[in-house]
């Protein structure tokens, strides 16, 4: 059966905004796209939603908030991103509303982006296995919250000190989507992509997997895209163009 190609992701652009539910969301893939992206000196700012605090069973939440926050920043340095802010909603609980949109608005606004980056958010990872209620309200709001920060009569109360709307998003890319038709080639980076996961260290032992190692899980998926790509490692995405008529 003939592979299904996947397009390459355009690179013309010089700030993206990544927007994921917890700390380690960007790790399971996207990573070592982002250190391709900082390594061509594009600025890359990450955005936690919640601080991961509810992910690590034997860890009470406000000690695994401090924990999980520290790996994320360490996690996020090695792939050269030196901005991450942590929004410190509640983890496991999140919402899609007005609420999160709210929030997520604002961040937009505050980094005037071109390009927003997000994890799946699709009810699947394309099997049976079901994306996880936090990954979805996440990403849902993302892109909405997108479109609200380009209004000026959405979230008005934000625009003060200066603040103004920002409608300059080219696209929201979701990292991991099981109907993803582009992706990028990784293969220089997949190696600060593994170590950027090998960062989480206490999420990963938390988890409890027996013999799972990251660069093995990584390079499944990686080598998997890379043959859609013609390329030895690639990361996939989903595109949401944010212009009309695309």
Same mark, same amino acid.
């Given at each position: 059966?003939?592979?299904?190609?996947?397009?390459?992701?355009?690179?013309?652009?010089?700030?993206?905004?990544?927007?994921?539910?917890?700390?380690?969301?960007?790790?399971?893939?996207?990573?070592?796209?982002?250190?391709?992206?900082?390594?061509?000196?594009?600025?890359?700012?990450?955005?936690?939603?919640?601080?991961?605090?509810?992910?690590?069973?034997?860890?009470?939440?406000?000690?695994?908030?401090?924990?999980?926050?520290?790996?994320?920043?360490?996690?996020?340095?090695?792939?050269?991103?030196?901005?991450?802010?942590?929004?410190?909603?509640?983890?496991?609980?999140?919402?899609?509303?007005?609420?999160?949109?709210?929030?997520?608005?604002?961040?937009?606004?505050?980094?005037?982006?071109?390009?927003?980056?997000?994890?799946?958010?699709?009810?699947? #990872? /394309? =099997? +049976?296995?079901?994306?996880? @209620?936090?990954?979805?309200?996440?990403?849902?709001?993302? &892109? $909405?919250?997108?479109?609200?920060?380009?209004?000026?009569?959405?979230?008005?109360?934000?625009?003060?000190?200066?603040?103004?709307? #920002? /409608? =300059? +998003?080219?696209?929201?890319? @979701?990292?991991?989507?099981?109907?993803?038709?582009?992706? &990028? $080639?990784?293969?220089?980076?997949?190696?600060?992509?593994?170590?950027?996961?090998?960062?989480?260290?206490?999420?990963?032992?938390?988890? /409890?997997?027996?013999?799972?190692?990251?660069?093995?899980?990584?390079?499944?998926?990686?080598?998997?895209?890379?043959?859609?790509?013609?390329?030895?490692?690639?990361?996939?995405?989903?595109?949401?163009?944010?212009?009309?008529?695309?």
């Amino acid at each position: 059966m003939e592979i299904e190609k996947l397009e390459p992701l355009p690179e013309d652009w010089d700030r993206a905004l990544c927007v994921v539910a917890h700390p380690d969301d960007l790790e399971f893939g996207a990573a070592a796209a982002i250190a391709r992206w900082t390594g061509q000196g594009k600025t890359v700012t990450y955005c936690m939603v919640t601080s991961g605090e509810a992910g690590i069973d034997g860890l009470a939440p406000d000690e695994c908030r401090t924990v999980r926050e520290a790996e994320q920043v360490e996690s996020a340095r090695i792939v050269g991103v030196s901005e991450v802010e942590f929004l410190h909603q509640p983890d496991g609980i999140l919402e899609y509303g007005v609420p999160l949109r709210r929030e997520i608005a604002h961040v937009v606004r505050r980094h005037r982006p071109d390009i927003v980056i997000t994890g799946n958010f699709r009810d699947t #990872w /394309g =099997g +049976v296995n079901l994306n996880q @209620a936090d990954h979805i309200a996440t990403g849902r709001a993302v &892109v $909405d919250a997108v479109r609200d920060a380009g209004n000026r009569w959405v979230f008005a109360e934000q625009l003060t000190d200066g603040l103004e709307p #920002w /409608g =300059g +998003v080219r696209a929201v890319w @979701a990292a991991g989507s099981p109907v993803a038709g582009h992706a &990028v $080639d990784t293969t220089d980076t997949f190696d600060a992509g593994v170590a950027s996961l090998e960062a989480h260290r206490a999420y990963i032992d938390g988890l /409890g997997w027996e013999n799972w190692d990251p660069r093995e899980f990584l390079e499944g998926f990686a080598r998997q895209t890379g043959q859609r790509l013609g390329v030895a490692f690639a990361a996939a995405f989903e595109v949401f163009p944010m212009g009309w008529g695309e």
